[in-house]
């Protein structure tokens, strides 16, 4: 059965750091642009990265760019999104999801998502 796995959330401080990787059984990810949308309570999901199947072009929300990079390790098969300087408003799930282009907003599978939680 095919599933994508997220993990490294949690709680953090503002202006702390932390980085969420995301795997995947039974497929790999490293075929396809892969990218991470978040979501917080009575707000609209929110598309935050992502980057190509090569690696070679990364994407942001403006919301943060400067702050947070994408990369990805082929030789693990795993895309990560390490997160500086969080924000009380960067507290969503944060979903990762294999998107048919990147920049892009459309996407097809993703994990059952991981909870970020910037507060003092």
């Known amino acids: 059965q095919s599933q994508i796995v997220e993990s490294g959330g949690g709680l953090v401080q503002p202006g702390g750091s932390l980085r969420l990787s995301c795997t995947a059984s039974g497929f790999t990810l490293d075929l396809y642009p892969i990218g991470w949308f978040r979501q917080a309570p009575g707000k609209e999901r929110e598309g935050v990265s992502c980057?190509?199947?090569?690696?070679?072009?990364?994407d942001y929300a403006d919301s943060v760019k400067g702050r947070f990079t994408i990369s990805r390790d082929y030789a693990k098969h795993t895309v990560y999104l390490q997160m500086n300087s969080l924000r009380p408003e960067d507290t969503a799930v944060y979903y990762c999801?294999?998107?048919?282009?990147?920049?892009?907003?459309?996407?097809?599978?993703w994990g059952q998502g991981t909870q970020v939680t910037v507060s003092s």
């Open positions: 980057i190509t199947s090569s690696g070679s072009r990364t």
């Open positions: 999801a294999t998107y048919y282009n990147c920049p892009g907003s459309d996407f097809g599978s």
